[in-house]
Nanobody
Framework: QVQLVESGGGLVQPGGSLRLSCAAS????????MGWYRQAPGKERELVAT???????NYADSVKGRFTISRDNGARTVHLQINSLKTEDTAVYYC?????????????WGQGTQVTVSS
């Protein structure tokens, strides 16, 4: 069974930092793009950052310079270092991975981890 499991969310004050992690497990041949998305209350889910298997990254304009995405291909993990947090960063953060499985290509989402920025 293929899974994506996130960790690292929590409550943090404005200006603080968090590090989110997402680990993939199961019968996976290859993971191409991994990424982080977020959904704030009353809003649609939006892209935060993505990273390819060779390390090419893409960021939403709202997080450039504050967020850093990285991955460990051997460990099948992706991380999101979040610095200089703002109240508007409050959201549920979801990990997403495009996977090559023995049965074909499939997109998986994690269950989400809550990030709350508040004083």
């Amino acid at each position: 069974q293929v899974q994506l499991v996130e960790s690292g969310g929590g409550l943090v004050q404005p200006g603080g930092s968090l590090r989110l992690s997402c680990a993939a497990s199961g019968s996976i041949v290859r993971i191409s793009v991994m990424g982080w998305y977020r959904q704030a209350p009353g809003k649609e889910r939006e892209l935060v950052a993505t990273i390819t298997s060779i390390g090419t990254t893409n960021y939403a304009d709202s997080v450039k310079g504050r967020f850093t995405i990285s991955r460990d291909n051997g460990a099948r993990t992706v991380h999101l270092q979040i610095n200089s947090l703002k109240t508007e960063d409050t959201a549920v953060y979801y990990c997403k991975a495009n996977m090559d499985l023995w049965t074909g290509l499939k997109v998986y989402w994690g269950q989400g981890t809550q990030v709350t920025v508040s004083s």
